[in-house]
């Protein structure tokens, strides 16, 4: 007879009533034990696999790993038989059906979610602590009770570690693709951890409703189970926390070393996030347009070495570097070291800055001036005619500072490249230069005043400026008067972003090859890669509360960027966002709900536009779409309105704009002579910093938050400021 033709018959004294469901390799029927009068569960192998060994043997081996697992949370095994060459299993029968049912109806409430898993998961971790691996662990396969008890089942293709099941020969992969670790996708060797990343797709499709990778074919979910990282699980259900979230997707990571150890830290983990508070969002100021003060032009300087003793002033320590063949002029006990300015290249960095749309490249400038590095030196040197030197319009004068300072051999490879240590520091320790340093003992430091204007200004930016063939990050502090290199060394350092709480810098760099996401403090310190990818990882930026950063990634390499976040230690890497479109350069807004960014088609700069992504609800919507490109988005620190780069359509250079959060009330604040890109608005919302380039130069400007009272800030070049918050 047929599995079919068992309705209605009585096998081994188990009348079967109806079929609760059908598997791979077994029918499950609700029967009632003649005996007892009791419901039991019978499942039953089909008689068109009672001659195939594999089945036969994995059906006898279900009832022998079952049999020596007695735990109150594991379906437990009544009898075992076969009728009319057909084997059987007698179970209890389980009145509540699966989690898979409940599931069904959408996300479950956490509180029901978290006592499955309190049951679950000590019977999974009791498995384990037999040798035994379940390796098919889903919603169909935890069944429930009328009093909400979860239980184990399904054992049929469970192993026991360290047997080699002989005779039992399978083709491919044993699972099913949906909840199949990585390493169980790929048929590598498994351990107990296996187990827990199934588990934690179940968490993830019991928070949300649905599986974390959904495909058209089993293969392609395998292939999504190893490569890609999970999506968001806030992004599906918003009523969770991001504790929790967090918790789902440790359990969910692609190196088992990174996942839960145990199945019952797991549960506990995920009990202790609930009560856990989403981290608050700082409060921000509403923009102020202060009036328009007369508009300052950015001027040149021309001093002379003085003859007297200089104003006081703030020094700015620099270092001394020793290239060959360069002019030397001295005045009194007092040298100038000069250089002339190389040739400039074009400007490849603006198509990164525009969105990351269009490939990066480098270029060379000097960080405070594109013609001096200035260093004061005492005594040994010859004295010709004392000359004018043209200093930055924010620069306007240069003394003496008592202290040694390093020099280098003008032919030492690492003259171009490498940190100087000042001579009462300590090296960084991710520093490890191949040169020795040479302290002149007796000697000054450069230091410099800024012009009263640039004072006014107040506050500290970062940005990235070209520097010995190559980009380099600068931290500029208005307040201090001092100009900081934050990075050295090979690869080109780019697009920095400060954390909101004003204490670490993200960026950008080719330093390992492909360009990756690096984080370090304030103080150029404690470097360290984030992402390892072998594609490109660009243009990052801060959430509000400092947790995550988000970035562009051609994850697909396709050259179609998609949106991913990670932690600021490399932890919980996931995708964010990611359609037909190239979306790039994303920015959160204030109560980080929301992301705006640039998207558009590869290669077509005419189709930029501004998108905004709803974190919450998962929605996305476009808020330009007119005849001219939009990009580079970020939210004023009160979330009231949107700064963007428009083409200014007249000259073919691009305008900085202005709209309110929902797309409307665009009005363009600036449209200088130049190209400009990189706008950013003050912590306090007051000012506005940007780049702009005009006659082949890029420097920062700032102006009021209106657009008005415009104020030169650099004047050896500088790109894509970032202010940096009172700490």
Same mark, same amino acid.
């Not at 009770?145 to 049929?156: R, V």
């Not at 150890?261 to 506990?268: N, Q």
């Not at 030397?328 to 040298?335: C, F, I, M, Y």
């Not at 000097?366 to 004061?376: D, F, N, P, R, Y």
């Given at each position: 007879?047929?599995?079919?033709?068992?309705i209605?018959?009585?096998?081994?004294?188990?009348?079967?009533?109806?079929?609760?469901?059908?598997?791979?390799?077994?029918?499950?029927y609700?029967?009632?034990?003649?005996?007892?009068?009791?419901?039991?569960?019978v499942?039953?192998?089909?008689?068109q696999?009672?001659?195939?060994?594999?089945?036969?043997?994995?059906?006898?081996?279900?009832?022998?790993?079952v049999?020596?697992?007695?735990h109150?949370?594991?379906?437990?095994?009544?009898?075992?038989?076969?009728s009319?060459g057909q084997p059987?299993?007698v179970?209890r029968?389980?009145?509540a059906?699966?989690?898979?049912?409940?599931i069904?109806?959408?996300?479950?409430?956490?509180?029901?979610?978290?006592?499955?898993?309190e049951?679950?998961a000590?019977?999974?971790?009791?498995?384990?602590?037999?040798n035994v691996?379940?390796?098919?662990l889903?919603?169909?396969?935890v069944?429930m009770?009328?009093?909400?008890?979860?239980?184990?089942?399904?054992?049929?293709i469970a192993?026991?570690?360290?047997?080699?099941?002989?005779?039992?020969?399978?083709?491919?992969?044993?699972g099913?693709?949906s909840?199949?670790?990585?390493?169980?996708?790929?048929?590598?060797p498994?351990d107990n951890r296996?187990d827990?990343?199934?588990l934690?797709?179940?968490?993830?499709?019991?928070?949300?409703?649905?599986?974390?990778?959904?495909?058209?074919?089993?293969?392609?979910?395998a292939?999504?189970?190893?490569?890609?990282?999970? *999506?968001?699980?806030?992004?599906?259900n918003?009523?969770?926390s991001?504790?929790?979230?967090?918790?789902?997707?440790?359990?969910?990571?692609?190196?088992r070393?990174e996942r839960?150890?145990?199945?019952?830290?797991?549960?506990?983990s995920?009990?202790?996030?609930?009560?856990?508070?989403?981290?608050?969002?700082?409060?921000?100021?509403?923009?102020?347009v202060?009036?328009?003060?007369r508009?300052?032009?950015?001027?040149?300087?021309?001093?002379?070495?003085?003859?007297?003793?200089?104003?006081?002033?703030?020094?700015?320590p620099?270092?001394?570097?020793?290239?060959?063949?360069?002019s030397?002029?001295?005045?009194?006990?007092?040298?100038v070291?000069?250089?002339?300015?190389?040739?400039r290249?074009s400007?490849r960095?603006?198509n990164?800055?525009?969105?990351?749309?269009i490939g990066c490249?480098?270029?060379?400038v000097?960080?405070?001036?594109?013609?001096?590095?200035?260093?004061?030196i005492?005594?040994?040197?010859?004295?010709?005619?004392?000359p004018?030197?043209t200093?930055?319009?924010?620069l306007?004068n240069v003394?003496r500072?008592?202290?040694?300072?390093?020099?280098?051999?003008p032919?030492?490879?690492?003259?171009?490249?490498?940190?100087l240590?000042?001579?009462?520091?300590?090296?960084?320790?991710?520093?490890?230069?191949?040169?020795?340093?040479?302290?002149i003992?007796?000697?000054?430091r450069?230091t410099?005043?800024?012009?009263?204007d640039a004072?006014a200004?107040?506050?500290?930016?970062?940005y990235f400026?070209?520097?010995?063939?190559?980009?380099?990050?600068?931290?500029?502090?208005?307040?201090?008067?001092?100009?900081?290199?934050?990075?050295?060394?090979?690869?080109?350092?780019?697009f920095?972003a400060?954390?909101?709480?004003?204490r670490?810098?993200v960026?950008?760099?080719?330093?390992d090859?492909?360009f990756?996401i690096?984080?370090?403090?304030?103080?150029?310190d404690?470097?360290?890669?984030i992402?390892?990818?072998t594609?490109?990882?660009r243009?990052?930026?801060?959430?509000?509360?400092?947790?995550?950063?988000?970035?562009?990634?051609?994850?697909?390499?396709?050259?179609?960027?998609?949106l991913?976040?990670?932690? *600021?230690?490399?932890?919980?890497?996931?995708?964010?966002?990611?359609?037909a479109a190239?979306?790039s350069?994303a920015?959160?807004?204030?109560?980080?709900?929301?992301?705006?960014?640039?998207s558009?088609?590869?290669?077509n700069?005419?189709?930029?536009?501004?998108?905004?992504?709803?974190?919450?609800?998962?929605s996305?919507?476009?808020?330009?779409?007119?005849?001219?490109?939009?990009?580079s988005?970020s939210?004023?620190?009160?979330?009231?309105?949107?700064?963007?780069?428009?083409?200014?359509?007249a000259?073919?250079?691009?305008?900085?704009?202005?709209?309110?959060?929902?797309?409307?009330?665009?009005?363009?604040?600036?449209?200088?002579?130049?190209y400009?890109?990189?706008a950013?608005?003050s912590?306090?919302g007051?000012?506005i910093?940007?780049?702009?380039?005009?006659?082949?130069?890029?420097?920062?400007?700032?102006?009021d938050?209106?657009?008005?009272?415009?104020?030169?800030?650099t004047?050896?070049?500088?790109?894509?400021?970032?202010?940096?918050?009172a700490?």
């Open positions: 007879m047929t599995t079919d033709e068992l209605g018959k009585t096998i081994g004294g188990y009348e079967i009533l109806d079929v609760i469901g059908r598997g791979g390799m077994a029918t499950v609700r029967a009632q034990q003649v005996s007892m009068k009791r419901l039991v569960a499942k039953v192998l089909p008689k696999y009672i001659h195939d060994d594999t089945y036969l043997q994995r059906f006898h081996q279900e009832v022998k790993i049999s020596q697992l007695e109150r949370n594991i379906v437990p095994v009544y009898d075992y038989g076969e009319e059987y299993i179970m029968y389980m009145t059906g699966s989690v898979d049912d409940r069904s109806g959408g996300p479950m409430e956490i509180e029901t979610i978290i006592s499955i898993l049951q679950i000590p019977a999974l971790d009791y498995a384990h602590s037999k691996l379940h390796r098919d889903k919603p169909s396969n069944l009770d009328d009093d909400g008890g979860a239980y184990l089942t399904d054992f049929g192993r026991i570690l360290g047997e080699q099941s002989a005779g039992i020969t399978t083709q491919g992969v044993v099913t693709p909840y199949m670790s990585p390493e169980q996708a790929q048929g590598l498994l296996s827990l990343y199934a934690g797709v179940m968490l993830f499709e019991m928070a949300t409703g649905r599986r974390p990778f959904e495909s058209d074919t089993p293969y392609s979910i292939v999504m189970q190893v490569t890609m990282p999970p *999506p968001q699980p806030r992004a599906y918003p009523t969770l991001f504790a929790v979230e967090e918790v789902i997707l440790k359990a969910l990571k692609k190196k070393e839960y150890p145990h199945a019952v830290g797991l549960a506990e995920l009990k202790r996030a609930v009560d856990k508070p989403i981290t608050s969002i700082h409060d921000t100021q509403p923009v102020t202060r009036p328009q003060p508009p300052i032009s950015p001027r040149p300087i021309s001093i002379e070495q003085p003859a007297q003793s200089p104003p006081p002033m703030v020094a700015i620099q270092i001394a570097y020793s290239p060959p063949n360069q030397v002029a001295s005045g009194g006990s007092a040298a070291y000069w250089r002339r300015r190389k040739p290249r400007n960095w603006m990164a800055a525009v969105g990351g749309l490249g480098v270029l060379v000097l960080a405070i001036t594109a013609l001096l590095i200035i260093s004061i005492t005594g040994g040197w010859p004295s010709p005619p004392t004018t030197a200093l930055p319009p924010w306007n003394s500072a008592d202290q040694a300072i390093p020099t280098l051999d032919t030492s490879r690492a003259a171009r490249d490498a940190r240590p000042a001579a009462t520091e300590t090296p960084p320790p991710t520093v490890t230069p191949d040169y020795t340093p040479t302290l003992p007796v000697g000054v450069t410099m005043s800024l012009n009263p004072r200004i107040g506050g500290s930016l970062v400026a070209e520097r010995d063939d190559t980009t380099r990050l600068f931290h500029l502090d208005l307040n201090a008067g001092q100009q900081t290199q934050l990075t050295f060394g090979a690869g080109a350092d780019a920095p400060v954390s909101p709480d004003g670490h810098i960026f950008q760099s080719d330093r090859g492909d990756d690096y984080v370090m403090d304030l103080s150029g404690n470097l360290r890669q992402t390892r990818n594609v490109d990882d243009l990052p930026a801060w959430s509000p509360d400092g947790e995550w950063i988000i970035f562009s990634t051609d994850a697909r390499g396709d050259g179609l960027f998609d991913y976040r990670a932690r *600021p230690d490399g932890s919980g890497l996931q995708a964010v966002f990611s359609d190239r979306s350069g920015r959160w807004s204030p109560d980080g709900q929301t992301l705006v960014f640039t558009g088609a590869q290669n700069a005419a189709t930029w536009e501004i998108a905004q992504f709803d974190l919450s609800g998962g996305v919507a476009q808020l330009t779409d007119n005849a001219v490109k939009d990009w988005p939210y004023s620190p009160d979330g009231r309105y949107i700064l963007f780069l428009t083409d200014d359509g000259r073919g250079n691009s305008a900085i704009a202005r709209m309110a959060a929902d797309g409307s009330e665009r009005e363009i604040l600036y449209d200088g002579p130049g400009e890109w990189g950013s608005y912590p306090d007051q000012l910093a940007f780049t702009t380039q005009d006659g082949g130069r890029e420097e920062i400007f700032v102006m938050a209106d657009g008005s009272n415009l104020r030169q800030i004047s050896g070049g500088g790109q894509f400021p970032s202010w940096v918050a700490s």
